[in-house]
């Protein structure tokens, strides 16, 4: 008879050290529900990787002409940086849909870790746009005008650049700059590109008279608009950057609740 209870004691000890298997739906963080929650958030997050990946493309597709103006590649890097982190939304939504549809952590690990590279990448894009927006000014200021009279005529780019943007201006800081240049060396009756002329013609540029040419310098011009289009990446790239910390918190969680239910 002791032994009996003894050994019915020893088997209600064992069943109280089994631990209840939690289930899926247990409460508000249950597997089923941030499943749910992360295929809202792969919608999402598509949409505005496209964004990105738009905004990007745009940058190096229609400012691309002033980009041999620049003295560093801090500009284009920036909107690489964009395209880069943009292009990864299709693929990333993807390997999410994956890994919840089929549980499987390995793809949820993954989809975690692309989410935080993507967050570094547009957090970081938007970090150096905003620090360069500060610093652009000094750098075009001791830098532009150099690349004005060394590089006019000589570089296709840099020529047409400098003639695209002096369509209101003229030199980097006045206008009396091209006597110094390489380009006015060659040929010293021309004061100025004809691209400095109000009405462009054949050798207007030999009269350099104000009703004839623009005497106010392009820098100022230039500097505000790579400022304005810096303001809209560094906007872009630490506004979407928010938006991967959801799914890389929500991620996190599933992936641990999916190792207990399993466990």
């Not at 739906?25 to 597997?31: I, N, T």
Request: glycine share 6%; proline share 3%; charged share 20%.
């Amino acid at each position: 008879m002791a032994k009996e209870k003894n050994d019915a004691n020893a088997l209600l000890a064992k069943k109280k050290k089994v631990k209840p298997r939690k289930s899926r739906d247990a409460d508000c963080c249950s597997v089923n529900f941030l499943k749910c929650v992360l295929h809202i958030f792969n919608v999402i997050y598509l949409f505005a990787g496209a964004g990105v990946f738009l905004v990007g493309a745009w940058t190096v597709t229609s400012r691309h002409r002033f980009v041999t103006l620049l003295p560093t590649f801090t500009y284009q890097a920036i909107a690489y940086l964009l395209i880069i982190a943009g292009a990864l939304g299709l693929p990333l939504c993807a390997l999410g849909c994956c890994g919840l549809k089929t549980e499987n952590r390995t793809s949820l690990l993954c989809y975690t870790y692309f989410l935080l590279i993507t967050f570094i990448l547009e957090a970081g894009a938007g970090g150096l746009a905003y620090y360069y927006q500060v610093e652009v000014e000094h750098e075009l200021r001791s830098q532009l005008n150099n690349t004005f009279i060394s590089n006019y005529a000589l570089d296709t780019d840099v020529t047409n650049a400098v003639d695209t943007m002096q369509t209101e201006c003229c030199g980097a800081f006045r206008y009396d700059d091209w006597r110094k240049s390489v380009w006015h060396e060659h040929d010293p009756r021309l004061l100025v590109p004809e691209s400095c002329c109000k009405t462009p013609t054949s050798r207007c540029g030999a009269r350099d008279h104000p009703s004839n040419i623009y005497y106010n310098g392009c820098i100022d011009h230039f500097t505000n608009h790579i400022r304005d289009n810096l303001i809209i990446l560094a906007a872009v790239g630490v506004g979407m950057s928010v938006i991967p910390i959801f799914g890389f918190f929500f991620s996190c969680i599933l992936y641990v609740r999916i190792k207990h239910v399993i466990d």
